[in-house]
């Protein structure tokens, strides 16, 4: 989750080789910003939806093999949803950062909220902190998956609620959390025979986006994450009036 109204500038070597190609020919490189590309120039959101959609991709992927999305899934190992996550991560921002898929190393290097929000969430500082925590995450997973009661709609909402809700918290990468969360959130609801629940989730509706992050925000010191349950809920009954 970061800030709506959040700027920031991408250094010329953290940029992919591809974006500071194609940014060198812009007239913004030629009036004399040489040094950075704003994350808000559109080559860095044609980069960062180019790649939302290789993500996408990746799970439709798995949707197409032979065996059953949910055996499949119940039977990764921890370290099998880390690699995913990571590639997904690499997938996302392989045309805008140069360094792709690793692991939060240091500090609070986070975009979250507002400031102050990542005490209030209780985000790792990085390296080992976050490695652990993630690995943490992946065996509940291992643990949790099978035993959901998929005909239960409101096990199974608080279910995603709580990996949706402490992927995010984790932060395990430097930005795109929000995104890769929403897929895998998604990857697990059809896994437990649901349709995806926040596909097509539109970042620019400023509404929508205010309520996703003040679900998300309810969830603090609450350990039945029951804004964001409800929030997925929504989603989920919105998405099924639909395809009536």
């Not at 030629?30 to 040094?35: A, I, L, N, Q, V």
């Not at 990571?86 to 909220?113: N, P, S």
Request: with cysteine.
């Amino acid at each position: 989750m970061t800030s709506t109204n959040e700027r920031y500038e991408i250094a010329m070597e953290d940029a992919a080789k591809v974006l500071w190609r194609q940014y060198r020919k812009t007239p913004e490189y030629k009036s004399g910003r040489r040094f950075s590309i704003n994350s808000e120039h559109k080559l860095v959101r044609s980069g960062e939806e180019k790649g939302l959609s290789d993500v996408i991709l990746l799970f439709v992927k798995e949707l197409r093999r032979p065996v059953d999305i949910h055996f499949l899934l119940c039977n990764r190992t921890e370290g099998d949803w880390l690699a995913n996550w990571q590639q997904m991560h690499t997938a996302l921002f392989k045309r805008v950062y140069r360094r792709t898929g690793e692991l939060r190393a240091k500090g609070h290097d986070v975009r979250f909220g507002n400031p102050g929000d990542e005490d209030l969430h209780h985000i790792p500082h990085g390296g080992a902190e976050v490695y652990n925590e993630l690995y943490g995450l992946a065996r509940n997973l291992c643990n949790s998956l099978p035993y959901v009661e998929a005909h239960n709609i409101s096990e199974v909402c608080r279910f995603l609620a709580s990996f949706h809700y402490n992927f995010i918290r984790i932060h395990p990468f430097f930005d795109g959390n929000g995104r890769i969360a929403r897929v895998v959130t998604d990857q697990l609801a059809v896994a437990l025979g649901y349709i995806p629940i926040i596909a097509g989730f539109p970042r620019s509706n400023s509404e929508k986006k205010s309520a996703y992050h003040a679900a998300i925000t309810g969830c603090i010191g609450d350990p039945a994450y029951t804004s964001l349950t409800l929030w997925i809920k929504d989603q989920l009954q919105d998405k099924l009036i639909h395809i009536a």
